[in-house]
């Protein structure tokens, strides 16, 4: 360990506030629950889980999206998203699609299934200002494609996007991101499962913002307790320890560098200027909101 490393540790937190979207979908949003809930570049995270159809089943019929990209990681269930264009991906147990909406898309996101349980999670992530407009892209990663490794105190590591150092030594490269620095906002994002009384040490890039979000269990950091359906935002530092409660825990670790960068968002459109977004409103309008630009 570097003598001059510093360890991060638990600043405040934000509570999962159960809400709705789409047709109806039942969710908890704790990143952008409110506007001065957002962490740079992040500016939101629903999690959804649920075992009751009723609760999901009407799904994300058609709906726009300009100037950010948005990441859904299904841990149980089955999701079809369907856009514009035509392309139609299955998002399936364990999989997680990467969604660049940029100057814009519109899709939807449907519920392959009439029963059984539906979880997991949506980031969305900030695009600066100079890739708003580019062109939408997708990258759909089946639960096959996403590093996973067994930890030595009995826990697991899913990687989907940045670095993580191994104890060892070794270097573990995620779907997304697996060089850092490909990305402007260089994004870190890890499902990490722990047995009760374990610790885990990970690496967090100094200089970015990062919060870890336990949905099963409740953890320690810094001997702060951070409570189940809470996103812990994390002070700056270098590394992160991490201790499991009583009971065992699953938990996501996010971390990105900060575009530093005005937000105004309207609903599904996020830019920089109030002028740009009634230019997004006035693009879906009158039919555009895909071709401006191109």
Do not use: C
């Amino acid at each position: 360990m570097n003598p001059g490393s510093k360890q991060r540790t638990l600043g405040r937190t934000l509570p999962g506030v159960a809400t709705s979207d789409g047709a109806g979908v039942k969710l908890r949003r704790s990143i952008g629950s409110g506007q001065a809930a957002r962490l740079d570049p992040f500016l939101m995270l629903d999690e959804f889980g649920t075992d009751n159809p009723g609760d999901y089943i009407a799904g994300f019929p058609p709906h726009p999206h300009r100037g950010f990209e948005t990441v859904t990681y299904m841990i149980d269930g089955h999701m079809r998203h369907e856009d514009h264009l035509g392309n139609v991906g299955h998002l399936k147990s364990g999989g997680v699609q990467w969604m660049t909406a940029g100057r814009g898309v519109i899709h939807s996101e449907m519920p392959q299934q009439e029963s059984g349980r539906m979880r997991g999670f949506q980031l969305w992530i900030n695009l600066p200002a100079r890739e708003k407009m580019k062109p939408a892209s997708y990258r759909d990663i089946p639960a096959t494609d996403l590093p996973e490794i067994a930890l030595d105190h009995g826990g697991r590591l899913k990687l989907i996007a940045g670095q993580v150092t191994l104890p060892g030594g070794q270097v573990m490269e995620g779907a997304i991101n697996s060089k850092p620095g490909t990305m402007v906002t260089d994004p870190l994002f890890l499902d990490l499962s722990l047995p009760s009384g374990t610790e885990q040490r990970l690496d967090v890039p100094r200089g970015h913002n990062a919060f870890v979000y336990a949905y099963e269990g409740s953890v320690s950091i810094d001997g702060k307790t951070l409570p189940s359906q809470h996103a812990g935002i994390l002070n700056d530092g270098d590394f992160i320890r991490i201790r499991a409660g009583s009971e065992n825990v699953r938990l996501v670790l996010i971390a990105g560098k900060p575009l530093g960068e005005p937000v105004v968002q309207y609903g599904p459109f996020v830019m920089n200027t109030r002028e740009e977004i009634e230019q997004a409103l006035e693009d879906y309008r009158r039919g555009r909101l895909t071709t401006v630009g191109a």
